[in-house]
T-cell receptor
Framework: GESVGLHLPTLSVQEGDNSIINCAYS??????FIWYKQESGKGPQFIID?????DKRQGQRVTVLLNKTVKHLSLQIAATQPGDSAVYFCAENGDSWGKLQFGAGTQVVVTP | NAGVTQTPKFRVLKTGQSMTLLCAQD?????MYWYRQDPGMGLRLIHY???????AKGEVPDGYNVSRLKKQNFLLGLESAAPSQTSVYFC???????????FGPGTRLLVL
């Protein structure tokens, strides 16, 4: 079946460096993608989203890139800070009923 | 706005006991969702609702029931708890099917 997956389960990043988190999706009908951040013991928090008519979207210190040709999504975090340590999930929302499909998540660990 | 709230935060049940998890949102969202999250796995949709008085099954509905009697509340019931239902449960809401879902803080459930 269709699925959303992440390439790297754990990403270790030095404070101040840029982080790149990757996500592969297989549902070619998906037209809306979301990145969530989940800190330990908390619910997922919306970071940024992108629709399929775009290939790049920027937020505060974050950029999402969408490559529909290879069905790939990435989240870039600039100048990674200790507070960025969390699990990051990508999700696709190709179902008209709004059902999200989540990947397993990538643990980002920021080292001093 | 409190956003999405969940009660209780933590609960221990014995096998066979029943309980109800309450989700409330004050954002006037039409769509509400219940997910479960297990270690090393992404969020899996249990049930969802596209409006007051409506409910539908998600990916893993067995053993759960839901009700949406009021627009702001979405209840998740376990009639006869099983150890396999030990998990963290998250509620979410959104304005529409292609819009961002906002999550609550979660309910940790342990079934012995």
């Amino acid at each position: 079946g269709e699925s959303v997956g992440l390439h790297l389960p754990t990403l270790s990043v030095q404070e101040g460096d840029n982080s790149i988190i990757n996500c592969a999706y297989s549902n070619s009908a998906s037209d809306y993608f979301i990145w969530y951040k989940q800190e330990s013991g908390k619910g997922p928090q919306f970071i940024i989203d992108i629709r399929s008519n775009m290939d790049k979207r920027q937020g505060q210190r974050v950029t999402v890139l969408l490559n529909k040709t290879v069905k790939h999504l990435s989240l870039q975090i600039a100048a990674t800070q200790p507070g960025d340590s969390a699990v990051y999930f990508c999700a696709e929302n190709g179902d008209s009923w709004g059902k999200l499909q989540f990947g397993a998540g990538t643990q980002v660990v920021v080292t001093p | 706005n409190a956003g999405v709230t969940q009660t209780p935060k933590f609960r221990v049940l014995k096998t066979g006991q029943s309980m109800t998890l309450l989700c409330a949102q004050d954002m006037n969202h039409e769509y509400m969702y219940w997910y479960r999250q297990d270690p090393g796995m992404g969020l899996r949709l249990i049930h969802y609702s596209v409006g007051e008085g409506t409910t539908a099954k998600g990916e893993v509905p067995d053993g759960y029931n839901v009700s949406r009697l009021k627009k702001q509340n979405f209840l998740l019931g376990l009639e006869s708890a099983a150890p396999s239902q030990t998990s963290v449960y998250f509620c979410a809401s959104s304005t529409g099917s292609q819009e961002t879902q906002y999550f609550g803080p979660g309910t940790r459930l342990l079934v012995l």
